[in-house]
């Protein structure tokens, strides 16, 4: 199919605004995809870091608990 003109092109004999209405939301939707997609990996990240952060806290309180409860009873056997 050969268009003499632009605007021709354009029209694409009537169905021009069918066509590009087409193209464009396409373009919206895949640009809105990518927007989410990226958004959504950045607060998986963000949930994944604030995890390893309470886990190690966790692992450091359970730490002294046991350090605390060891010194307790070397104390308690050397009395």
Do not use: P
Not at 22 to 49: E, H, P, W
Not at 53 to 70: G, N, T, V
């Amino acid at each position: 199919m050969q268009f003499s003109t632009f605007a021709e092109f354009i029209a694409m004999d009537g169905h021009g605004f069918y066509v590009w209405l087409s193209y464009g939301v396409s373009i919206a939707l895949l640009t809105l995809l990518v927007f989410f997609s990226i958004k959504t990996n950045k607060n998986i990240i963000r949930q994944i870091q604030r995890r390893q952060q309470r886990e190690e806290k966790l692992k450091q309180a359970a730490q002294q608990h046991q350090d605390s409860i060891s010194q307790e009873v070397t104390h308690e056997s050397t009395s």
